[in-house]
């Protein structure tokens, strides 16, 4: 079995792979830069008790991570925990993916992980969606080059700063709008950061669109806010749960 692991800036996500390349669960447990090698280690062992698997049967493990502080410490709670040294996505390791960026050590490892899932699924040209803390845009040529992107505040981190620097307004989950027209301040929230969102991301995509001319990108959203936001685009949007974990698979097998 492969366990594979991305440390994102608000969660951790694992995933636990069979030998047939099978995503037996997927879990996620708080970002916390502070935690030690053993506290690491009993998460990860509360989860596999949780899900009724063996950690002596995984026979390998990869991580991708952005947050630098913590790679230390999850290395040596996988080492300790699975008697080897587990496969780290960054500088050396085989992605079979050409990056055109001008600095490629600035392209997160979750985005390469995603990108290289997205290339081994869909066809390109592919407009890549991440929604996480931040929600990224990439665009993959048709040659299959991850050409760049664009960033900007995720959606909870949206919601989080109008709460939190606003005297009146409150803290609120995200949800489907009813109607697109709020008739509370929770409503009018919500409707604003669902079809806000959905607004900026179909704008984004029809310039896309416009800069390719006559190719016909495949648009894929991933991360935990996509399927209330995609819902709401005018462009067929395709959810892909479990994009990062496959990535992250894909990239062990080129490697192992």
Known sequence: ?????????????????DKDRELKFL???????????????IDLMNIFALYHYDLHDVTGAIFSSVVPPMNFMMSKALTRLLGKTPM???????TGLNIRMENHNQ????????AVAALAKYPAPIVLIDMGTATTISYISSRKTYEGGLMFPGVYLSLDA????????????????????GKNTEDCMKNGI???????????????RTMLGNEEPTIVATGTPAPVIVRHCRNQVIYDKYLLMEGLLEIYDKNS
């Open 107 to 114: 392209l997160g490892a979750d985005l390469v992980a995603n």
């Open 162 to 181: 109008l709460s939190e620097h606003t005297a009146q307004l409150p803290d609120i989950s995200l949800q489907h709008p009813k109607n697109l027209i």
């Open 27 to 41: 879990s996620s447990i708080d970002t916390d830069s502070r935690k030690t090698a053993d506290q690491i280690s």
């Open 194 to 208: 669902v079809y806000g969102t959905a607004g900026m991301l179909d704008g984004i995509i029809d310039r896309i």
């Open 88 to 94: 780290e996505v960054g500088p050396g390791i085989r």
């Open 1 to 17: 079995m492969l366990l594979a692991i991305d440390i994102g800036n608000s969660n951790i996500s694992v995933g636990l792979f």
